[in-house]
Nanobody, 122 residues
Framework: VQLQASGGGLVQAGDSLTLSCAFS????????MGWFRQGSGKEREFVAA????????YIRESLKGRFTISRDNAKNTLYLQMNSLKPEDTDVYYC????????????????WGQGTQVTVSS
């Protein structure tokens, strides 16, 4: 299984970014998917997750209203829409896949992408 995250970059506070995660090597529709983030010297933190069919998703409480997770099973791609970005959103963002259909908000994901850097300047 390979996960390729993209879409990160340097933006200003208040801007938006959409991260993408291309998935290959397994039936995408059998996997719950998640986004996590980690900054230098910090623990990896849950951001968002979605079930195999996209019908059930969960966003970290502090990010609700600004971040949205979605997936396109026809394109084998996971997305994270991030709006009204803040400097504290600066981190490396990782996409992750489970071998199970149901989301979890802990790092119990078997497959991880390489991460994409998001930097938000004030």
């Amino acid at each position: 299984v390979q996960l390729q995250a993209s879409g990160g970059g340097l933006v200003q506070a208040g801007d938006s970014l959409t991260l993408s995660c291309a998935f290959s090597g397994r039936d995408f529709s059998l996997s719950a998917m998640g986004w996590f983030r980690q900054g230098s010297g910090k623990e990896r933190e849950f951001v968002a997750a979605v079930n195999w069919d996209g019908d059930n998703a969960y966003i970290r409480e502090s990010l609700k209203g600004r971040f949205t997770i979605s997936r396109d099973n026809a394109k084998n791609t996971l997305y994270l829409q991030m709006n009204s970005l803040k400097p504290e959103d600066t981190d490396v963002y990782y996409c992750a896949a489970r071998t199970k259909k149901w989301l979890v908000i802990t790092p119990e994901y078997e497959y991880w992408g390489q991460g994409t850097q998001v930097t938000v300047s004030s």
